[in-house]
């Protein structure tokens, strides 16, 4: 099949794309490099450097006519979105319903979304949770990723366009931002790899679900598969604290020096994980990467990538 992927030069965009092609797809990427590197880019995908809210975005469609989108693209940071709330409204928002409506005029008969469990239930109240728990977010990320899925399921109702919305859990793995605002792991892994001091916020017994990238591209590909729609949570159901994978990647990295910790993040959820059984029962999805199986992956990869 012909699929379009927004935010294929992105962390988690970049194994999708690569899944895909794996698979025998033919892909095409659509990407405005905000926070993507040409470097992540599959060379068999076609690459458009193109923003989702621009008009230029139906030229895409014209030309390459996708059957499906895997709709990674988004800004991603959730303490930016506080400051800019309208700016995550115009990309989140605006640019899926700019794609939105492309899809419904150029007849793509599927959209695979990447929306979020960490931000959209907001503080649990009960773990793990399932997709039946309140909606709740607690930020304008959140509140924007959210929202996408009200458009997403009036486009099914209206022009039978198919969609599967696929919640996200902590992700991470090779490729995610050493530089970023989020990404404890790959925050902490390329600090401990330049011999820096990781802070580890608060306690560090605030728990998150964290899922290993290439998991996440396979849910992708079995979405792809999957007839109907629907919304699904990934993850392991179990979390893990960071004062855990603070440990786990001082052994993995050799790290010689102890946790520090600095004062809380405000605003942030104490401890989440993510009940993925609907994944497991109805897509046939469920993790295959064990945390330290995936910490080591992204350590090395991260040590031959780090000059
Ligand atoms: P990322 O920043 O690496 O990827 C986002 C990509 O979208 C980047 O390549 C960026 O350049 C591109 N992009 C941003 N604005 C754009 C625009 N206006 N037009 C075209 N492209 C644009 O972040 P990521 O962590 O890989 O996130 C991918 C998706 O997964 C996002 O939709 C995010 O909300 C979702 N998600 C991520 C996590 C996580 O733990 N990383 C958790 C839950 C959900």
């Not at 992105?10 to 095409?28: K, L, N, Q, T, Y």
């Not at 899926?96 to 150029?106: C, F, G, K, Q």
């Not at 969609?163 to 404890?184: C, K, M, T």
Request: hydrophobic share 40%; net charge negative.
């Amino acid at each position: 099949m012909k699929v379009l992927v927004t935010g294929g030069a992105g962390f988690i965009g970049s194994h999708v794309v690569d899944f895909f092609i794996r698979e025998g797809h033919e892909v095409v990427v659509v990407d405005n490099l905000h926070t993507g590197k040409v470097e992540n880019l599959n060379p068999r995908a076609r690459f458009y450097q193109v923003d989702i809210r621009s008009p230029e975005l139906e030229e895409v469609f014209a030309k390459e006519r996708p059957e499906v989108i895997s709709h990674q693209a988004a800004l991603v940071n959730v303490r930016e979105s506080m400051l800019k709330p309208m700016l995550y409204a115009e990309v989140n928002i605006l640019g899926s319903l700019n794609l939105l409506e492309l899809a419904r005029r150029y007849e793509v008969k599927k959209i695979i979304y990447a929306s979020t469990g960490g931000a959209v239930y907001g503080e649990p109240e009960y773990l793990p949770v399932d997709e039946e728990h309140p909606i709740n977010p607690l930020d304008p990320y959140g509140a924007s990723k959210h929202a996408v899925e009200h458009y997403l399921h009036l486009y099914y109702l209206n022009y039978g366009l198919e969609y599967i919305s696929l919640r996200y859990p902590n992700v991470y793995g090779p490729r995610q931002d050493p530089f970023g605002e989020a990404g404890v792991v790959a925050i902490f892994t390329g600090q401990m790899l330049r011999g820096e001091q990781p802070v580890i916020n608060g306690s560090g017994e605030q728990e998150r679900d964290f899922l290993y990238v290439e998991d996440v591209a396979r849910a992708n590909i079995l979405a792809l598969e999957k007839e109907g729609c629907g919304i699904y949570n990934l993850g392991w159901g179990k979390g893990t604290s960071v004062n855990e994978i603070f440990r786990l990647l001082k052994e993995l990295t050799g790290y010689p020096g102890k946790a520090v910790h600095g004062p809380p993040k405000q605003g942030e959820v104490f401890k989440i994980c993510l009940k993925a059984d609907k994944a497991k029962r109805e897509l046939g999805w469920e993790p295959l990467v064990p945390l330290e199986e995936g910490l080591k992956a992204t350590v090395e990869y991260f040590r031959r990538n780090l000059a």
